[in-house]
């Protein structure tokens, strides 16, 4: 019989067995055979004009004005000359024998100064006198030597024939030398009213400092530190091409507190460019036309303004300087190199133990300019290990522009020995559109522009590599940067980036 | 940690989720095993007063693909490849995906009386179902940048869970009556289910800022404790009633299934929720040289993130199943019968009919076919098989849906049990009923 259950179930395992054939030859659980492309929002954000601009900055200061324009301003070290220095040591009167009754004595003055009248800080006058006989009465008088109500100094006291000594404070008082010399008169008497001698007596006048001098200084050089200001626009920013801004200005401001002739000659007054380049600044204010110097004269003060400061402010501008053409050569910084001359022989004047002369320069740059072609560079360092599941990426970009900009990006990628791996672009492409600007350099309206970046999986993955990238704008200004153009406060651009990419789970 | 992710998600989302029934017909026809009974409390072998059941495994899979869509081939080589593309364009817009899995460790029935028999078992049931739509899949194989401008329907709904049923029933035997009962004491052990299915992706066309708007809850259960104290956990009971009748050659039967309130799971829960819209637009500042992938996946995380509370709570009620049926006994090698199905579950009512044959082809070899409809429009031929071994050993096998047997790496649907049971003390009435059947039929022919 065919139907034996040995037979049957025989049928049932070999249909079982050939309907089981092997149904692959591996397996692959991995997530291989996936790429996915996903796309997000990278960056979503607006820049306002401020930030822009403070970026480009440096040690400079971003000045809003009232009309919504900005002034680029880097503000100079205030230089200043300690005014004691004028005097390296001040000479002292030694102990003088009194000879005769009514001597004159030379006060001591530094060398070059001719004082008419001096208030002292500090300062002693010591004598020491014996008389001749057992007991006598002294009247030393100084009649150059005054209080403040003018009263001459006079003093009375009694001497032995054992010596004393006695000295008067100068704080306080004023001396009116008179061709350099002041008047010492002594009168002893005994006591019956009689003239009298002295066995010994001598003055001094030690350890004085002047507080206020009136009087005559012959001319004397005073050093002014030099200086420099790093201008940090170009300096920061590996460039080329042009940039110029329209009325930039240098203001130095002097302040003095001298009542004394004082000239303030500029030696260096000079840009040294990206380039390496020195260029002067030439202006009838400080140079002759045969080169000569021209000395900056800081207002001086009348002497009814001691321990008064007054302000003397020169600006060089585009009217009476070549300073458009010290910007407009990139200037990376300036240096500055002065001297002072204080005192004229034939003047008389005041100086005060305050009295003092500083300098300060000053850079104003009104962000209004036209920009053709300008460079900069900035390299950063980066690290895209994290992307390694990335392969394809296209960023879209999406640039609103009110900013009279265009800039073309060009980024290199850079291994750890700054060699170029390769670039986001095959040449600089304009991102960024700049607004439409009308004849007067004012936005007529804004751009906008779309950038597709697609970096396919294989240049990805040298990317991934990168250990710098170095990021080359190049920024001309709207009309083909032959307009020149204003930034202003309200002025930004909003910045849209999405990215597509493929990745490995 | 990201790629077992991927693939737990993915297959989460290929071959789990829904909370059905364990559509299981043919196996009811099956009245010479113990597993039948599943099928109806009162439904027990009428061969043997002692039947216990070993290990037996039951496999429902229903997919929108087959196993040879996961199959790459390149050249002469075939490789199994689950994460691949290449099925993608074979799904329906919106598909479903079901897989079942029911090990039963252990049963046993037996008589205590002339009228009453006892039955216990335990099994452990897994039961998965999904809805998704297509982009879900695309969303995670292609991700979204095909949709730019658009609005990506990743809609989805997930039931799954994997318990523990304990049960005990009685059969009691009255002349042709029989009435059946059996009590459930159920214990979760892993669940997950979603409610609110609305999860829409837009990416807008400028710089792809995408938008998520939801209404969308999922609540996972998975008890960080042992297994054995799991078991204390996550309970819930359920029952089954049912009566089988005789009249003659004709046998009725009635049965619900899955009645009561089924799983509270309150332990081990962690509840998603995502309502309403959130989006991320990009970042308000990018450092090229410092902004990480990382940064820009955990921003954009943040942006679409769900609310997470630690707890959950979730009635788990197990779909209602109800069994008509009725068997006729031709003669004594020949049966046929039909089958009336209807399954309540929280996600939709469920209908199936089954008509089978079964052939006793020679002494301890049964053999039947079945042709099985459900849910309106899926047909298939079952096979069932059943053999009885050394008087005490019976193997089965059966399945609803042959096709997957023959030509099992392009069927879409796989479904089948086997087994091996032990059985003993043969019935006496069953061979006196059997002979004389056998004689009335001889009288027949000679007539």
Redesign the interface.
């Known amino acids: 019989m065919i139907f034996t259950k040995t037979n049957l179930l025989c049928l049932i395992f070999f249909l079982v067995l050939t309907s089981c054939k092997k149904p692959f030859d591996e397996i692959d659980t991995s997530s291989n055979a996936l790429n996915p492309e996903f796309a997000v929002p990278l960056l979503n954000t607006s820049i306002e004009v401020g930030e822009f601009i403070s970026g480009l900055q440096g040690n400079g200061a971003l000045i809003v004005n009232n009309d919504g324009s900005y002034n680029l301003s880097y503000e100079g070290a205030m230089l200043t000359n300690p005014p004691l220095k004028l005097f390296e040591t001040l000479p002292e009167i030694p102990a003088m024998p009194i000879t005769n009754d009514n001597m004159s004595v030379t006060f001591p003055a530094p060398s070059g100064l001719k004082i008419s009248k001096m208030s002292f800080k500090q300062g002693v006058i010591r004598w020491k006198m014996a008389s001749a006989i057992d007991a006598a009465t002294v009247i030393l008088t100084l009649p150059q030597l005054v209080n403040d109500q003018g009263v001459a100094f006079v003093k009375t006291f009694s001497i032995t024939k054992n010596s004393l000594l006695d000295s008067v404070i100068l704080r306080g008082r004023f001396i009116k030398p008179i061709d350099g010399k002041i008047q010492v008169n002594v009168v002893v008497k005994d006591g019956l009213g009689n003239k009298a001698n002295l066995r010994e007596g001598s003055i001094s006048i030690s350890k004085y400092e002047p507080q206020v001098v009136e009087g005559v200084l012959v001319a004397r050089e005073v050093v002014i530190p030099k200086s420099t200001i790093q201008f940090d626009f170009f300096k920061k920013w590996k460039f080329q091409g042009n940039v110029q801004f329209q009325n930039p200005k240098v203001t130095t401001t002097f302040n003095n507190s001298y009542g004394l002739p004082t000239r303030v000659f500029m030696d260096i007054f000079e840009v040294e460019t990206v380039e390496g380049r020195a260029i002067g600044l030439k202006s009838p204010l400080t140079k002759l036309p045969n080169g000569g110097n021209i000395p900056l004269k800081p207002t001086i003060l009348a002497l009814n303004e001691i321990g008064k400061t007054r302000k003397t402010v020169y600006e060089f501008n585009a009217t009476n300087s070549n300073i458009n053409e010290l910007f407009n050569a990139s200037p990376m910084a300036f240096n500055f190199s002065s001297r002072a001359v204080v005192g004229d022989s034939t003047v008389q004047g005041f100086f005060t133990d305050t009295s003092n002369l500083s300098m300060k320069m000053d850079i104003s740059v009104p962000i209004v300019g036209t920009a053709k072609g300008f460079l900069t560079e900035n390299t950063e360092g980066v690290d895209f290990s994290s992307y390694e599941k990335v392969t394809d990426v296209e960023l879209k970009v999406i640039t609103n522009n009110t900013l009279p900009f265009d800039i073309n990006l060009q980024c290199y990628f850079l291994d750890s020995k700054e060699a170029i791996i390769d670039s986001l672009f095959q040449k600089s492409t304009l991102i960024l559109r700049g607004a439409v600007v009308n004849s007067n350099g004012s936005i007529a309206r804004p751009s906008d522009e779309t950038t597709f970046v697609k970096i396919e999986a294989e240049r990805f993955k040298r990317l991934l590599l990168a250990k710098k990238m170095r990021i080359q704008y190049l920024t001309s200004t709207s009309a083909n940067g032959n307009i020149p153009v204003k930034i202003l406060s309200n002025q930004g651009v909003v910045l849209r980036v999405g990215l597509k990419g493929k990745i490995k789970y | 940690m990201?790629?077992q992710f991927?693939?737990m998600l993915f297959c989460f989302t290929i071959t789990y989720a829904p909370v059905r029934a364990q559509q299981e017909q043919t196996i009811h026809f099956l009245n010479n095993i113990w597993q039948a009974n599943l099928t109806n409390p009162a439904l027990l072998p009428s061969t043997h007063k002692v039947n216990v059941a070993a290990s037996s495994f039951y496999v429902n899979y229903n997919a929108p693909i087959d196993?040879?869509d996961l199959?790459?081939k390149k050249g002469v080589?075939?490789?199994?490849?689950?994460?691949?593309?290449g099925y993608l364009d074979k799904l329906d817009s919106y598909n479903y995906v079901e897989s079942n899995f029911q090990w039963q460790t252990a049963a046993i029935s037996f008589p205590v009386s002339k009228h009453l028999f006892i039955s216990l078992h335990h099994a452990i049931y897994g039961n998965q179902y999904a809805e998704f739509d297509k982009n879900a899949l695309t969303?995670?194989?292609?991700?979204?940048?095909?949709f730019?401008g658009k609005t990506m329907t990743l809609d989805n709904r997930i039931h799954t869970s994997v318990y523990n049923e304990f049960a005990a029933g009685i059969v009691y035997k009255l002349n042709n009556i029989s009435v059946g009962f059996r009590l459930k004491g159920l214990n979760g052990l892993v669940g997950a289910f979603s409610s609110g299915n609305k999860l829409r992706l837009n990416?807008d066309n400028?710089?792809?800022?995408?938008q998520l708007d939801t209404d969308y809850q999922l609540q996972t259960f998975d008890p960080s404790v042992s297994m054995l104290q799991r078991l204390k956990r996550n309970g819930g009971y359920a029952a089954d009633v049912g009566v089988v009748v005789k009249l003659q050659r004709l046998q009725l039967s009635l049965s619900g299934i899955n009645l009561g309130p089924g799983i509270l799971w309150k332990h081990g829960g962690t509840t998603y929720t995502s309502r309403g819209a959130s989006d991320?637009?990009?970042?308000?500042?990018?450092d090229?040289?410092?902004t990480?992938?990382?940064d820009?996946t955990k921003s954009?995380k943040e942006s679409l993130q769900f609310e997470v509370q630690e707890k959950g709570e979730y009635r788990q009620a197990l779909p209602v199943q109800v069994f008509l049926s009725g068997v006729y006994t031709v003669n004594p090698k020949i049966e046929i019968g039909g089958l009336f199905y209807a399954e309540q579950s929280e996600v939709e009512t469920k209908y199936g009919l089954t008509i089978n044959a079964t052939t006793k082809?020679?002494?301890?070899?049964n053999?039947g076919l079945s042709y099985n409809r459900r849910n309106i429009n899926q047909n298939s031929v079952g096979l069932h098989?059943t053999?009885h071994l050394f008087k005490t050993v019976q193997l089965y096998f059966v399945t609803d849906n042959i096709r997957f047997?023959?030509?099992?790496?392009d069927s879409r649907s796989v479904n089948g049990r086997m087994g091996m049971n032990f059985t003993f003390g043969e019935m006496k009435h069953y061979t006196g009923k059997l002979k004389k059947m056998k004689r009335g039929e001889e009288r027949n022919i000679r007539q």
Request: aromatic letters at 18%; proline letters at 3%.
């Open positions: 990201k790629k991927y693939i196993f040879n199959v790459v080589k075939k490789t199994f490849t689950p994460l691949n593309t969303f995670l194989f292609n991700g979204n940048s095909g730019v990416t400028t710089i792809y800022a995408v991320f637009a990009g970042f308000d500042s990018y090229v040289g410092t990480t992938y990382q820009l954009i082809l020679i002494k301890g070899l053999l098989a053999a047997i023959t030509n099992p790496y």
